[in-house]
């Protein structure tokens, strides 16, 4: 259970925040990446220096 919550519009996670679980993000361009739990999100890939807002397309499962 994570105790952080979505800093971004409309219940995204901004760049820098923690990545509350693990599983495939796509930022507001549509680019999809994998994060795991505990990482920071960075910023947007192939746009350097710009705030990615990312939302969760796939949880992956635990163990």
């Known amino acids: 259970m994570t105790n952080h919550y979505p800093q971004g519009p409309d219940g995204t996670w901004k760049t820098g925040q923690r990545v509350p679980f693990d599983g495939t993000w796509a930022d507001q361009y549509g ?4 994060h795991e739990r505990g990482a920071t999100f ?12 990312r939302f969760l397309i796939e949880a992956v499962a635990a163990a």
């Open 31 to 34: 680019v999809v990446s994998f």
């Open 42 to 53: 960075p910023p947007c890939i192939d746009r350097k220096g710009e705030c990615a807002f």
